[in-house]
């Protein structure tokens, strides 16, 4: 059964203080900006799932990407077989969904697209199933790509999933954007960046850091930040900095930052 859901594009250990300037976007049409579809649009991509064996494990947001769910009580039920799959055949299958399904995956070009991993339902790796297992089969395989870039940035949160359930694919999922306004120079460098956090505390729950002159700070990175608030999707050009482990980001436009992630 098909389900329209919400999930939060980047889950992040806790949302914090806002230390931004005046709010000024210094690059038009900064930035790209993503909406919520109507209900009629999210019923024509569910029209399309429900002819494929998709359905049942497939759910679809609120603005139109489709996601791997394995949450409906009929995904699993199925009058299937075992298949005892190589590593190649997994990247088969995978691949083949992705030209089939492109137009659900929002997919236009297939050359970047590679695959980080494969795992069992259960999260154990291709190597270490077959490792331990060597003759035997599991139940089903979720094949999970690298993220998307855009100017050679990473896109928080844009890997697109395949769940092979016993012998066929039974969902698809992920997000990938087009069209995005990038922005060719930085407003806030990364030194200024830095700065904004001196002497301010960043928190998750009770866990709390002070940020110092004295602080270690790890290799920053540029990247893609799909800020969800207010029923869009916000795709800044952001600084990943890591403050002791931690990461923030802060927009390159605007100064503003956006989340904080704790180290496990």
């Known amino acids: ?6 999930i ?3 889950l992040v250990a806790s949302i914090f203080w806002s ?4 709010g000024e ?3 038009p049409n900064y930035p790209t900006t993503i ?5 009629e649009e999210i019923d024509l991509i569910f029209s399309e799932l429900y002819e494929t064996p998709l359905y049942e494990c497939t759910s679809v947001d609120d603005y139109g990407f489709c ?5 409906s009580t009929a995904c699993g039920k199925f009058d299937s077989i075992y298949v005892n799959y190589s590593y190649e055949e997994l990247e088969n299958i995978f691949h083949d969904a992705l030209i089939e399904h492109s137009e659900l995956l929002n997919i236009s070009d297939l050359s970047g697209i590679t695959i980080s991993s494969i795992k069992n339902l259960k999260g154990m790796t291709f190597e270490a199933f077959k490792k331990a297992y060597p003759d035997s089969a599991t139940t089903g395989w979720v094949i999970t790509s690298n993220v998307q870039r855009v100017k050679n940035y990473p896109i928080y949160g844009t890997e697109i999933k395949v769940m092979v359930f016993f012998d066929r694919v039974r969902a698809i999922g992920g997000r990938r954007f087009s069209n995005l306004n990038i922005p060719d120079s930085d407003v806030y460098s990364e030194s200024e960046a830095k700065e904004k956090f001196i002497d301010q505390e960043i928190s998750s729950g009770s866990t709390i850091l002070k940020i110092t002159d004295d602080s270690f700070w790890y290799t920053s990175e540029k990247v893609i930040f799909p800020y969800q608030t207010n029923n869009k999707i916000e795709l800044r ?4 900095l890591r403050p002791e482990k931690w990461t923030v980001f802060v927009d390159t436009q605007t100064g503003r930052s956006f989340g904080v992630i704790k180290p496990n």
């Open 237 to 240: 050009l952001c600084w990943k």
């Open 67 to 71: 996601h791997v769910t394995t949450s």
């Open 1 to 6: 059964m098909l389900n329209r859901f919400f």
């Open 35 to 39: 909406q919520t579809v109507s209900s």
């Open 19 to 22: 230390c931004e300037d005046s």
């Open 8 to 10: 939060p594009f980047l």
């Open 25 to 27: 976007i210094f690059t």
